[in-house]
Nanobody
C-alpha cells in the first residue's frame, strides 16, 4: 500500500526558508514512471502545483515559484524534500506531497497535508 506523509514545522517566519519532507512507503521513489510532487492550497484558493522530482532525480518547478524552490531526495530514506526560500505570508497554505503517474498524468496518491503559516 502506497502511503505518503508530510512533516515539517507549522510556523515559519517571513524571509526564512520553509522546509518540508515527504516520507514515502510502499513504493520506491526511484521506481520508473513516477514523479513526486509538492502541491499547496492557500486559504480560499485552488490547488497550486509547486514542482516535482522525477524517478530519475530530475526536477521541474512551477515558473512562478522556480526562483525560490528546490526539491531534493534521499533515496536511502525514501524521502523527498521541499525548500521554499524567502517566504512571505502569501506562502501560508496547506502543503501536500503526491505521486504523479506518467501514464495517466494524474496524482494518484496524496499525503494528508500539513498546514504551514508564515508569520512573525
Amino acid at each position: 500500500q502506497v502511503q505518503l506523509q508530510e512533516s515539517g514545522p507549522g510556523l515559519v517566519k517571513p524571509s526564512q526558508t520553509l522546509s518540508l519532507t515527504c516520507t514515502v512507503s510502499g513504493v520506491s521513489i526511484t521506481t520508473n514512471y513516477y514523479y513526486w510532487s509538492w502541491i499547496r492550497q492557500s486559504p480560499g484558493k485552488g490547488l497550486e502545483w509547486i514542482g516535482y522530482i522525477a524517478y530519475s532525480g530530475n526536477t521541474y518547478y512551477s515558473p512562478s515559484l522556480k526562483s525560490r524552490t528546490s526539491i531534493s531526495r534521499d533515496t536511502a530514506k525514501n524521502q523527498f524534500t521541499l525548500q521554499l526560500s524567502s517566504v512571505t505570508p502569501e506562502d501560508t497554505a496547506a502543503y501536500y506531497c503526491a505521486r504523479l503517474y506518467i501514464a495517466t498524468t494524474s496524482h494518484d496518491y496524496w499525503g494528508q497535508g500539513t498546514q504551514v503559516a508564515v508569520s512573525s
